[in-house]
C-alpha cells in the first residue's frame, strides 16, 4: 500500500510506514542540504508547493521531484466588508512565524523609522496616518525571549504599532480585513507564504520578494512585487 506523507522536510520526513514512499513537504531556501538531498532520494516521489524548489534539487541531482499548488482557505477566511475605521489609516499587517531567517525583526525595524510615532508624538491634524499590526509568533519561542527581541530592535514604544498574540482563524480574518497593505511578503524565506497568498486573496495589497516560492501566485496585477537584491 502506497503511504502519503506530509511533514517537514528534515524533521521526520525520512520515516514512512510502507515501501512506497510520497512526501509532500516545502523548503524555503536556495540550496539543500546533503541531508534534505538523502531524504527526498529515499522516496519513490517528493511534492514540494510551489514550482521553485523542485528547480532547486534537481539541479542538485534529485530527479523524482514535482510541484503543488496551495489554494485558498474560504472556509477560513472571507471578505467581511466591514468599517473598521473612518479616520482614513492605511494599515499595516506583519505576520507569519518569527524565524530569524524570515527577517520579520528587520521589516519591523524598517516600517518604524519610516511610519513610527515614538510614545508622546502625535499626528498633526490632516497627517496620513499609519499603523502595524504585527502577529509573529512562534510556539517553540519563549514568550520573553520574543518580547526581548522586539524590545532590542525598536528600543522605544511606538502609538502606531501594536502587537498580537497568536490568534485564531476567525480572528486572524478580522485582523485581515482591517488592513489594507501586508509586508509579510517581504520575508526572505517562503515556500509558498500562506499569509501573504490568503492577504491577497482578500482583496488586500501585498509587497512581496518576486522569489522562490512567490512566483507560484504573485503577480504585477495582485500584488506589489520588489526584486531582491543580489
Request: aromatic fraction near 14%; charged fraction near 20%.
Amino acid at each position: 500500500m502506497p503511504t502519503i506523507k506530509n511533514w517537514h522536510l528534515g524533521n521526520g520526513g525520512h520515516t514512512f510506514p510502507s515501501d512506497r514512499k510520497y512526501l509532500l513537504t516545502y523548503h524555503e531556501c536556495n540550496l539543500a542540504t546533503q541531508e534534505e538531498l538523502n531524504v527526498v532520494k529515499n522516496t519513490d516521489k517528493t511534492f514540494f508547493c510551489g514550482n521553485y524548489s523542485p528547480i532547486i534539487f534537481k539541479n542538485c541531482g534529485a530527479s523524482n521531484v514535482d510541484s503543488f499548488s496551495l489554494g485558498f482557505d474560504e472556509d477560513s477566511f472571507q471578505k467581511l466588508n466591514k468599517t473598521y475605521f473612518t479616520d482614513g489609516r492605511i494599515q499595516f499587517f506583519l505576520g507569519g512565524k518569527a524565524e530569524l531567517r524570515k527577517r520579520s525583526l528587520e521589516i519591523l525595524k524598517i516600517w518604524a523609522k519610516k511610519f513610527g510615532k515614538k510614545q508622546g508624538q502625535f499626528y498633526n491634524h490632516g497627517e496620513q496616518q499609519h499603523f502595524l499590526n504585527v502577529c509573529i509568533t512562534n510556539p517553540f519561542y519563549d514568550i520573553k525571549h520574543q518580547e526581548a527581541q522586539i524590545a532590542q530592535v525598536l528600543k522605544e514604544r511606538y502609538i502606531n504599532i501594536q502587537f498580537f498574540p497568536f490568534l485564531g482563524r476567525e480572528q486572524l480574518n478580522d485582523l485581515y480585513n482591517s488592513c489594507q497593505i501586508d509586508l509579510t511578503g517581504l520575508s526572505l524565506a517562503e515556500s509558498w507564504n500562506l499569509p501573504s497568498f490568503n492577504f491577497t486573496n482578500l482583496g488586500g495589497w501585498s509587497i512581496v520578494l518576486n522569489s522562490h516560492g512567490h512566483k507560484s501566485w504573485s503577480t504585477a496585477q495582485n500584488s506589489i512585487q520588489v526584486s531582491p537584491n543580489g
